[in-house]
């Protein structure tokens, strides 16, 4: 009954805020050949590995920037619970929070993985999740505006 209750703009961003938290914590980039991250590895002093794996958390350790990610997410997830019984403005206000979200990462990593060669040979699937859950948000956002645009007329 509660997705029975939700707007298709709400599960688009409770399912976005969900896979990109989820994403996080999956493997980001994956690589059976340590050299192709030889300048990442000699920061994590991890130069020896026979196969790579990284997730969000062990880049938040070389750079502690990485968690703002995982934040957005959260708070994307917060604005969720909190525009559920918010009335039409805050949600119209809420919708555009949620598309600046998701538009922080979402088109940036999606256009990551599409065009740049070295980041598809070694992208994991937590960035896929990851880029794909913030877009989520986005869309999820810009369709909570639309639905409310269609109302005020």
Excluded at 4 to 33: Q, R
Excluded at 37 to 50: D, I, P, R, W
Excluded at 81 to 103: D, E
């Amino acid at each position: 009954s509660l997705l029975n209750s939700m707007t298709l703009g709400e599960k688009f961003v409770c399912a976005g805020a969900i896979a990109a938290a989820v994403g996080f914590f999956l493997p980001w980039i994956s690589s059976p050949d340590p050299g192709a991250l030889s300048g990442l590895l000699g920061q994590m002093g991890a130069s020896a590995l026979n196969h790579v794996s990284l997730s969000g958390v062990d880049m938040a350790k070389v750079v502690g920037a990485v968690y703002f990610i995982l934040l957005a997410a959260i708070a994307s997830g917060v604005l969720f619970y909190f525009s559920r019984k918010a009335p039409p403005a805050q949600k119209l206000l809420i919708g555009g929070f949620q598309v600046m979200i998701g538009s922080l990462f979402g088109p940036g990593v999606i256009g990551a993985l599409f065009f740049v060669p070295m980041i598809q040979s070694v992208s994991g699937a937590g960035f896929w999740l990851l880029g794909l859950g913030f877009c989520s948000i986005a869309a999820g956002g810009l369709i909570t505006i639309a639905a409310l645009a269609k109302r005020a007329r």
